[in-house]
């Protein structure tokens, strides 16, 4: 299985602030990385497609890049509703696996 | 837009089989090249991805509940099931029904509501 971890686990930030989370993957992945947020009680919500494509809808301020083994994301002015977790996910090969996901927290 | 939701029963017995459905709306489940999944959270293990099934009945289950699951689907009513055997406290968690589209890089773009599951005697 390839393993994914991300970094931080958590991290404080203030409204206005730009928040990058780092994902790895155990093995090349190539670009099959997705990143989704998720807030309390809901289900995840798909941001990110293909390491660095923006899904539908999803507001201008988030980003994706990398390839490989490593990726990141990146929120680059920080609003209110993205206080939330976010997950990576490789789908290169199965078992599709999760990253532990990052805490994004208000300071 | 497609919408998923999950039921089924919220308490499964030690050792029972785990059933659950997942109702797709908004469009038809044999439509483009879509692969329906299961996923559980739990806290004590994060985002698993339990398996897919394919409208045409192909399916794919993650190797670490191989042994223990089946799935269907049933284009007639626009839903696919999961059935997962001799369950334990382990398997206690939120499972959500999702959507991977096969022609996007696998990317799950749609997600049921999620059913919490708990495992109790």
């Known amino acids: 299985d390839i393993q994914m971890t991300q970094s931080p686990s958590s991290l404080s930030a203030f409204v206005g602030d730009r928040v990058t989370i780092t994902c790895r993957a155990s093995h090349s992945i190539i670009t099959y990385l997705h990143w989704y947020q998720q807030k309390p009680g809901k289900a995840p919500k798909l941001l990110i497609s293909a390491a660095s494509s923006l899904y539908n809808g999803v507001p201008s301020r988030f980003s994706g890049s990398g390839s490989g083994t490593e990726f990141t994301l990146t929120i680059s002015s920080l609003q209110p509703e993205d206080f939330a977790t976010y997950f990576c996910?490789?789908?290169?090969?199965?078992?599709?696996?999760f990253g532990p996901g990052t805490k994004v927290e208000s300071k | 837009q497609v919408q998923l939701q999950e039921s089924g029963p919220g308490l499964v017995r030690p050792s029972q089989t785990l059933s659950l459905s997942c109702t797709v709306s908004?469009?038809?489940?044999?439509?483009?090249?879509?692969?329906w999944s299961w996923i559980r959270q739990s806290p004590g293990k994060g985002l698993e991805w339990i398996a897919y099934v394919y409208y045409s009945g192909t399916s794919y289950y993650n190797p670490s509940l191989k042994s223990r699951l089946s799935m269907s689907v049933d284009t007639s009513t626009n839903q696919f099931s999961l059935r997962l055997s001799s369950v334990t406290a382990a398997d206690t968690a939120v499972y959500y029904c999702?959507?991977?589209?096969?022609?996007?890089?696998?990317?799950?773009?749609?997600w049921g509501q999620g059913s919490l599951v708990t495992v109790s005697s």
């Open positions: 908004g469009g038809a489940l044999n439509s483009g090249d879509y692969y």
């Open positions: 999702a959507r991977a589209d096969g022609s996007s890089y696998f990317r799950f773009d749609s």
């Open positions: 996910q490789q789908t290169y090969s199965t078992p599709f696996t």
